[in-house]
């Protein structure tokens, strides 16, 4: 069995990125999380910061070192989603307030020494604006050199979702994504082409609430109200954005893309965030990213459904309590 991947979660929970780290502290076994770290992003980092530590603590793991990073993007006002997750973030069911604490040490200082002195190289999962991670590389650049690959929720091929032009991580902080696009190291965007192909639905959320954990109760409780793309989108469910990075960590054979160029528009027009994806290389630029637009439905769900077994069932003295 291959050892557990190190890996860096860079989010902004947001719901799909809590679930995000439910997913990866279901499989101890294939990653070695190193650390999350928070940025502003669809709520305030106060919030963002006090969703992850919900998180962890939800799926037992208070060992997990939590870092609060940037509060806004590098250039840009933070524009936040709390139409979409609620005003702290996570809509649905009221989660115990964290006892846990995030680290004293600032996000980007940790990136930077971990990076700096990492023995193997490490996996960056991000899922929610670049800011973190970019301020990291423009500070030190040699980062990059123990970076093995980053998995990027963001972009878009078609429409955007915070505005008809971008996907919202990138129209947050499109600076930051611009710097992750030119470092010289290949991403692997996972944007809304393929994000807005998984969607909850009422079986899925029976399935999962036949789980019988209070993990994925808690999950069923919160998806069922996250409607903000169905009523706006007309999409059939919710878009599971950032689990979709996760997936494609532990199964990248779900998803299907390309290697091509990428770039993101730095104007203050309404373009302001929008990805040109160069799908047919008419720039012959180079290419700097694999975009994914294809993805094994059934696969997802199949994987998501099983990570989130393993928080184990009610033993019976706990059935016997919910059954009081
Ligand atoms: O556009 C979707 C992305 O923006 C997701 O990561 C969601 O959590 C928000 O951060
Ligand atoms: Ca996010």
């Known amino acids: 069995m291959s050892k557990p991947l190190p890996l860096i979660l860079d989010c902004d929970p947001g719901i ?16 070695n999380l190193l650390g999350i770290t928070v940025s502003g992003g669809n709520v305030p980092l106060k919030y963002t910061t006090q969703n992850a530590l919900k998180a962890c603590e939800l799926a037992g793991r208070p060992d997990v070192k939590v870092y609060a990073g940037c509060p806004s993007p590098m250039m840009r006002d933070l524009t936040c989603e709390s139409v979409v997750h609620g005003e702290t973030g996570l809509k649905g069911p009221a989660l115990p307030m964290p006892t846990m604490k995030a680290q004293s040490q600032h996000a980007v200082d940790f990136l930077i020494e971990t990076l700096m002195k990492a023995d193997k190289k490490v996996t960056l999962a991000t899922t929610g604006p670049l800011t973190n991670i970019a301020v990291a590389i423009v500070r030190e650049p040699r980062i990059l050199n123990n970076i093995d690959q980053i998995v990027t929720m963001g972009g878009s091929m078609l429409l955007g979702n915070i505005t008809p032009a971008a996907e919202y991580n990138f129209y947050a902080d499109p600076e930051a994504a611009h710097i992750l696009l030119t470092s010289g190291k290949p991403l692997t965007l996972v944007g809304l082409d393929v994000t ?45 954005h950032d689990p979709a990075v996760i997936a494609y960590l532990l199964k990248p054979e779900l998803f ?21 994806i160069d ?10 990213a694999h975009v994914l637009n294809e993805v094994d439905v059934k696969g997802f769900f199949d994987l998501t459904t099983d990570l989130l077994s393993s928080y184990g069932a009610l033993s019976s003295s706990q059935k016997k309590e919910r059954m009081s």
């Open 16 to 31: 799909d990125d809590f679930i995000a780290i439910l997913m990866i502290l279901a499989a101890p076994e294939k990653f």
């Open 256 to 276: 299907k893309g390309k290697f091509v160029n990428v770039e993101v528009d730095l104007s203050f027009n309404i373009t302001r965030g929008r990805t040109t």
């Open 196 to 240: 807005h192909q998984i969607l909850t639905s009422p079986e899925w959320l029976s399935e999962l609430k036949a789980l019988e954990n209070p993990v994925a109760d808690t999950l069923v409780e919160m998806l069922k109200v996250h409607d903000y793309d169905v009523k706006t989108f007309g999409l059939a469910g919710a878009p599971l």
């Open 279 to 288: 799908w047919y290389n008419k720039r012959h630029l180079e290419q700097n």
